[in-house]
Each structure stands twice: as structure tokens, then as C-alpha cells.
Nanobody, 124 residues
Framework: QVQLVESGGGLVQAGGSLTLSCAAS????????MGWFRQAPGKEREFVAA????????DYADSVKGRFTVSKDHAKITVFLQMNSLKFEDTAVYYC?????????????????WGQGTQVTVSS
């Protein structure tokens, strides 16, 4: 079991930056692989980034490569998503997810635990 709580969403101008946090707790939290997804109105939830439990391996959607960085604080069992050079099309509800699978899964069905989501709005 893993419980996830996201924070850090908000309103930002295009070109600006924002950092999301996801605090994990529960028996499997420290060894879980963590992912970030987002869902814009009228669209399906899509993969953004993932990081292994060790923090040594990461993966990104092509749309955010070079702009977003995922990282992990092992002591606090918290994952961060640093978002730079934000674009209007990055506007969405961002979700943190966790799984005990191996690898770096990129689909929603491969994740077992989800946070409540945090809204990110980028004004053009």
C-alpha cells in the first residue's frame, strides 16, 4: 500500500517555472517506482515522467524532455517534478502515481496507486 499527496500546483505565466511535490507514505513507499501523469480537459491521462525507487533511472514524455526534471528525496520519500519553460499546453491536472513493478512504466494501467491531483494552469 502507498498513499500519495501532491502539492505545488498553481497559476503561472508561459515561460515560467513550477515545482510539484509528491509525498509518499505506507509500507511500500520507499521502494516504489514513481510516475507523473497529467490530464487536460477532454483528453486522456498521459504519461509525463517516471523515476525508479533508487532515483538512478528516469524517463520522460517527448513533449517535456529538456524542460521537466523528475527527482527524489529518499529521506522524505518525496518525488519532485521541476517544470521549466512552461507552455499553455502544459495546463492540466497533474497526478502522482506509484507502482512496485520493475522498469519505467509509462501507461496508467501499470500504476497501482494514485494521488488526488494538483491543478497547473499556464496563462499565455
Amino acid at each position: 500500500q502507498v498513499q500519495l499527496v501532491e502539492s505545488g500546483g498553481g497559476l503561472v505565466q508561459a515561460g515560467g517555472s513550477l515545482t510539484l511535490s509528491c509525498a509518499a507514505s505506507g509500507p511500500s513507499a520507499s521502494t516504489a517506482l514513481m510516475g507523473w501523469f497529467r490530464q487536460a480537459p477532454g483528453k486522456e491521462r498521459e504519461f509525463v515522467a517516471a523515476i525508479t525507487w533508487s532515483g538512478l533511472s528516469t524517463d520522460y514524455a517527448d513533449s517535456v524532455k529538456g524542460r521537466f526534471t523528475v527527482s527524489k528525496d529518499h529521506a522524505k520519500i518525496t518525488v519532485f517534478l521541476q517544470m521549466n519553460s512552461l507552455k499553455f499546453e502544459d495546463t492540466a491536472v497533474y497526478y502522482c502515481a506509484a507502482t512496485n513493478r520493475v522498469g519505467l512504466p509509462t501507461t496508467t494501467r501499470q500504476y497501482d496507486y494514485w494521488g488526488q491531483g494538483t491543478q497547473v494552469t499556464v496563462s499565455s
